[in-house]
């Protein structure tokens, strides 16, 4: 997909998103749902492993809502499509490693797309903030995930004052993995992402879902779904090729050549 607000693109095992609406890559509910769409198909196409979430241009990753639009009628509780707002933060089932390439600034809706990759990567001139309380509203996802992700004082301040961090202060907080030369971001994205796409994919799929569904149990009612067969990715992963594959490369003392399967 080229044409249109996202441009997907294709390089073997790994699909790049960018986000392309001039001139902040703010999301309306049309670009939503587009992106629930583009989302949705890396789910389920076997062929994908990893995905990469980007901006276009230099300055902005996302600043969220297009309230341009909401002025113009985008209703803010409107359809936004497949997976929610973005494409990503709803969307079930997705167990496949997600990076997000922050080129710029992220903000509101824009910081909760991010929070919804796996590993974030931000340029050095990247900046971070949730200011919907200076518009009276509430940042919704990010108040249920921001305080699990990072230490509650500073996702509350986030929250309640609307302040901006530098990538420098990002990556001290742990909201992001690492801060890269914003001209190595998306190089240093695809390196990651090729280093992903060659490792096991049923052995991502369960660790993924063991890292969602286990998020809001104790660690004995996880262990002990995960002792009844309860999870699904774990008990294909069990009975896999993939399996047995690893065991005779450790034994060979060889690469394995994993195939999903």
């Not at 359809?79 to 494409?87: A, L, P, R, S």
């Not at 009975?239 to 399967?261: C, H, I, N, T, Y």
Request: hydrophobic share 45%.
């Amino acid at each position: 997909m080229t044409d249109g607000p996202i441009r997907a693109t294709r390089n073997g095992h790994v699909l790049e998103v960018t986000l392309d609406r001039p001139k902040a890559n703010a999301i309306d509910l049309e670009t939503s749902r587009i992106m629930g769409e583009v989302f949705t198909d890396f789910r389920d196409d076997p062929e994908l492993r990893v995905a990469i979430v980007t901006g276009a241009g230099e300055k902005f990753f996302c600043p969220g809502w297009d309230l341009k639009a909401a002025a113009d009628g985008d209703a803010v509780d409107g359809d936004y499509g497949k997976g929610g707002f973005g494409g990503l933060q709803e969307l079930r089932g997705l167990n496949k490693p997600v990076i997000a390439a922050v080129n710029g600034i992220a903000c509101g809706g824009g910081l909760e797309l991010m929070l919804s990759a796996d590993i974030i990567l931000a340029a050095d001139h990247a900046t971070f903030a949730l200011p919907e309380i200076r518009s009276g509203t509430v940042a919704d996802a990010a108040s249920i995930k921001l305080p699990k992700r990072i230490p509650y004082h500073i996702a509350m301040e986030m929250l309640l004052t609307g302040r901006w961090f530098d990538a420098a202060e990002a990556a001290r907080w742990g909201l992001v993995n690492r801060v890269v030369p914003a001209d190595s971001l998306l190089q240093q994205a695809h390196d990651l992402a090729a280093e992903l796409a060659s490792g096991p994919p049923l052995v991502f799929a369960a660790i993924k879902e063991i890292v969602r569904e286990a998020e809001d149990m104790s660690f004995q009612d996880a262990m002990n779904r995960i002792g009844r067969s309860q999870f699904e990715t774990v008990e294909r992963l069990y009975r896999s090729e993939d399996q047995q594959e690893g065991a005779r490369a450790f034994a060979e003392k060889r690469d394995p050549v994993w195939k999903g399967r």
